[in-house]
């Protein structure tokens, strides 16, 4: 048994092969022809969306744009912490199987292919807007100042760029807005999980300078403990004060509504 343990993993299997390991006498045996089949199922069915998720960029190169950078935020909804945009590019060709929106990954997840992406991207920008900034322009300019703010911290200048949303900021290149990239472009998944996991370490050090609000926990979100804090401990620096949910805490009326669902990005 532990023979063809090794062999599956090591070797993997044809359709020949599968069909002996199914039709093996053995229990575990079949067992093990079970999983591989299975497993080959989830492969195909992954490269199939990888193809899926990539035909923007691979159309883009077809077409010359040899450096295409992904863009996307993270932090336009919390009452506290800063807006955090990545810009990610991939030399031509190379996915990262896995990727996906930032938002359908668990923690563990999305930090293990923040460092996958880390490690096979060509270049990695990240752009941060402070709380300050977002309540003297607001947050949809802060968002597009964040943006901008990674694709100017790229070591290399992409030939253009793919930004989630519906607005795009001022770039030194062609580029598109699309509406749910995250969800449906290869780099801009990427750029999601980059933004994502830099916020979520940025807030767990605001937690740290300003305890007591949960800000590691919650990472800024307006959930009903974080709402709670705001009503018992007032707003701390990072909290952005145009905020409802921070202006209430002026009005005494701070968590009295229950707070807001639970959100992440």
Known sequence: MEQVEAWVQAVGA????????LADGREEVRRWGTWV????????????????????????????FRLVAGVDEAGRGPLAGPVV???????????????????????????????LIRRKALAVGVGVVPSQII???????????????????????PNYCLVDGNRLPELPCPAEAVVDGDATCFVIAAASIVA?????????????????YGLAAHKGY???????????????????????GVRDWEAGTAGVAGGSPDLAE
């Open 14 to 21: 044809t359709e020949a092969e599968i069909e002996d390991l």
């Open 37 to 64: 089949l299975e497993q080959r199922e989830r492969l195909a069915c992954e490269e199939a969306r990888m193809v899926r998720l990539c035909q923007k960029e691979r159309t883009l190169v077809r077409q010359g």
């Open 85 to 115: 945009a990545a810009a990610v590019v991939f030399p031509p060709g190379l996915v990262v199987p896995g990727v996906r929106d930032s938002k359908t990954l668990t923690p563990a997840r999305r930090q293990l292919l923040y460092d």
């Open 135 to 157: 309540d003297e322009q607001n947050i949809l300019q802060a968002s597009l100042m964040a943006m901008r703010r990674a694709v100017d911290s790229l070591p290399v200048v």
């Open 196 to 212: 994502k996991v830099y916020r979520d370490r940025l807030m767990a050090e605001l937690d740290r300078q300003y305890p007591g």
């Open 222 to 244: 307006p959930t009903r403990a974080h709402l709670e804090a705001i009503r018992r401990l007032g707003p701390s620096p990072v909290h952005r004060q145009t905020f409802k």
